[in-house]
């Protein structure tokens, strides 16, 4: 499985943006699909996840300003994500975890800016 991640970049405080991860290759039906984050010198944190019927599960840093989708048509997860905060400034990485193990993408940098 091929996880490719797009939709970061540089925004300012209370803005938003749109990540969007599509999975490629070897795509299994009973999936979970999620979005993490890291920022240098700490540990990568669940931001929130999804299963293929669309169960979620939010982690405290993403609740409220973040919300989780997919369509498993496109084999696509989205976050979007609103009134961002500098603190929220991360690489966001896409995951898919299925029954043998989990997959990572390659990160998408947020910036943003005060």
């Known amino acids: 499985v091929q996880l490719q991640a797009s939709g970061g970049g540089l925004v300012q405080a209370g803005g938003s943006l749109r990540l969007s991860c599509v999975a490629s290759?070897?795509?299994?039906?009973?999936?979970?699909m999620g979005w993490y984050r890291q920022v240098p010198g700490k540990e990568r944190e669940l931001i929130a996840s999804i299963t293929s019927d669309d169960r979620t599960t939010y982690a405290d840093s993403g609740k409220g300003r973040f919300a989780i989708s997919r369509d498993n048509f496109k084999n696509t997860v989205y976050l979007q994500m609103n009134n961002l905060k500098p603190e929220d400034t991360a690489v966001y990485y896409c995951n898919y975890v299925v029954y043998h193990g989990d997959y990572w993408g390659r990160g998408t940098q947020v910036t943003v800016s005060s």
């Open positions: 290759g070897r795509i299994f039906r009973s999936n979970i």
